[in-house]
């Protein structure tokens, strides 16, 4: 089961550079969590995505690094590399943490360089 935990983690992590996050790999319930002050629905952080990914030439390439698995948890230490619309370029590095109730994802906690995310993106768009 860890291994297939892994790859809907994966999965959602090569979706984010298509600005569109599925949502059945989650429970109805679950949560996008980020360290830069966002708690939302999975539901609103694809919305949120969405609108991210209009501000960039290509989408955001997420490149996973190291991953553990551990009981209903899968951590993926990860890179990304975007080129946007307004010139400037991003460029993060991150902690995903993907919780799991049996099969689904119930939480995502998203830790990364929030000033970066501020200071590239135009989050009021």
């Given at each position: ?70 009981d209903d948890s899968v951590m993926i230490e990860a890179t990304s590399a975007a080129r ?42």
């Open positions: 089961m860890t291994n297939d935990r892994t790859q809907h983690a994966l999965a959602i992590l090569a979706a984010i550079g298509t600005g569109t996050v599925p949502l059945d790999p989650f429970t109805s319930d679950a949560r996008w969590w980020w360290n830069g002050g966002l708690d939302l629905p999975v539901a609103e952080f694809a919305a949120l995505l969405a609108t991210l990914h209009t501000q960039t030439e290509s989408g955001i390439v997420v490149t996973p690094g190291l991953i553990m698995a551990q946007l619309t307004n010139g400037r370029i991003y460029d993060n590095r991150y902690i995903f943490l993907f919780h799991f109730r049996g099969d689904a994802i119930c939480e995502v906690r998203e830790y990364s360089d929030s000033a970066h995310v501020n200071a590239t993106f135009d989050l009021t768009a």
